[in-house]
Every structure is written in C-alpha cells, then in structure tokens.
C-alpha cells in the first residue's frame, strides 16, 4: 500500500490541518509526530526508501529502531493535507536511539522538525510510562495558553489548577496536570530533556513564550487534550479581562467530589486552598 492511502498518515494529516483550521499554526509554527505501529509500517514497506543516517543530537534509546511519521522543519501546517510528501515525512531512528534516516516524503531536500529531540525524547518517556500506548506528540502556538505565560507564575501548580477551573470537564481530561517549562533555546536537547522529566508526570507541558506540546495514545486524544488546554487558557483570559476576582468558582472540595463521580485520581498537590 502507498503511505498516503494507510490510515495512519490520512490521520495524521487530518490533525495538522484540523491544528490549522484552529488557528494553531500560524507560518511554520508546531510539529507533530506519530510513532507507527509494527503492523502499519508492513503495509506500506513497499512505499519505503531509506535515505543517509543523520545525527539526532540527542540519544531517545526508547524508541530505537522505530518508525516516525514527522512533520518538517520549516513547513507551514495549511499546506500538510495539499502536498503531505513535501511537508512531511517518515524517519527510522537508529538501532543506538541517536540517528534517524528519512524513509518517506520530506521531498526536495526537507528535513524533520527542528523539534525532533524534544518530539524523540516525550515520545520515549511517553512510551515507557504508558506501557507502548502511546504514539503522538504534538506541539503548536496556541495563543491563549502563550498569553497566560505572560501572566501566571510559571508554576505547574498554578496553571492546572488555574486551568481545571474554567471547564467543569478540564479535570477529568487532564487529571495529572499541565507542566511548565520556563523560558528556553527551542530546537536543542536542553529544552527537550526539561520537557521529557515533566511528561515522566504529565501528558501536556508548556513552554513559556513560546507554545505548547501534547502527548496522547491517538490524534483523537491528543488533539483533544491539546483544544481542551487551550480553550481553558481562553475562558480565564476572558475571565481575566474583566476581573482580577472570580465571584464564584469550583473548589477544591468540588474537584475531590468531581474525582470521585469520574473515577479520577487529582493529586492533593493541586487541590490547595
Ligand atoms: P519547525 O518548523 O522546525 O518544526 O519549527 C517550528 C516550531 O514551532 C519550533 O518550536
Ligand atoms: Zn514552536
């Protein structure tokens, strides 16, 4: 089967452009990938042709000798679904964890996400915390979670339970909280390996000033859990804008009575008062 007729990459297409519709991807701003399945990777070998080894710069030994569907480095979201062999591509990583080598698209000399270390080394902690469920890691601009970067102290505490505030739903589809990164270099392994410790605990971490990445088992999930942070980031800016006291709000109380309706564990961290 040719890769763009396999369900993985319409999937993985669908995502992009749905993160472009949303207004997450302003120029070549995110990234995503996904970590394929043994079985769908065999469907589409005939499609394969491996390229030269690079160097990752960074060691994501988890994921050694997997393959990755990736977005490019410098390729704009809204022309994913018009021309996905340009803008994307799959890679191998390399039997060390260190290298990768271009088997599919990324044609006319593209290269993978200048995030490749942070997207390699969320995804080897993501598959090792998760027991091998989870495959995406997805990073965008979203404006609303960026703009609260510039306002909330840079405090995991702080931003979930701010977050699990605005939307009765919030803690229940993120119940082990945001992380948050400070201000960093993007594009190196520094800034990866700070956010590969956070997703040890959580599957959604921002990056101060500069976006957000999630990590899920699907682009269902992840792309979920993405939309769900940043329209919570919305509602307190809006919140925000009006006043700097909520009247009313759900308490702490109210989310362990929540948890327990949802079957959710909320860590007492978070639940301050
Ligand atoms: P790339 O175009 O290299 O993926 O970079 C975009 C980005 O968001 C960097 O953080
Ligand atoms: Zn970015």
């Known amino acids: 089967m040719k890769v763009l007729e396999s369900d993985f990459a319409l999937g993985f297409i669908r995502m992009a452009d749905d993160g472009w519709q949303l207004g997450f991807h302003e120029r070549n701003g995110g990234n ?30 988890e994921v050694a000798g997997e393959y990755f569907m990736v977005t490019g480095s410098g390729k704009f979201f809204r022309n994913v679904a018009l021309a996905p062999d340009e803008a994307t591509g799959i890679i191998e990583i390399s039997e060390d964890g260190a290298g990768y080598r271009i088997v599919w698209g990324l044609k006319n000399g593209a290269v993978p996400t200048s995030e ?20 995406v890691i997805y990073h965008a601009h979203p404006a609303n979670i960026i703009a609260l970067t510039f306002i909330l102290p840079l405090d995991d505490k702080i931003f979930t339970r701010e977050l699990w505030e605005m939307m009765t739903e919030c803690p229940i589809v993120f119940p082990e909280g945001v992380g948050v990164v400070p201000w960093m270099v993007p594009g190196g392994r520094e800034i990866a390996e700070a956010s590969s410790r956070l997703m040890e605990e959580h599957n959604a971490v921002i990056w101060a000033h500069h976006g957000l990445f999630a990590a899920g088992e699907d682009f269902n999930l992840t792309f979920g859990l993405f939309h769900t942070i940043e329209k919570a980031a919305e509602i307190l800016l809006k919140v925000m804008n009006v006043t700097d006291k909520k009247r009313q709000t759900i308490t702490p109380d109210d989310l362990r009575h929540l948890a327990r309706a949802f079957n959710v564990v909320l860590p007492e961290k978070y639940l301050y008062d």
């Open 32 to 61: 995503l990938s996904y970590r394929i399945k043994p079985s769908e990777i065999e469907e589409v070998r005939e499609d394969l042709t491996p390229g030269e080894w690079h160097d990752i710069g960074a060691v994501a030994g």
């Open 116 to 135: 490749l270390p942070s997207h390699l080394l969320n995804q080897s902690v993501k598959k090792r915390v998760t027991g091998g469920k989870s495959r």
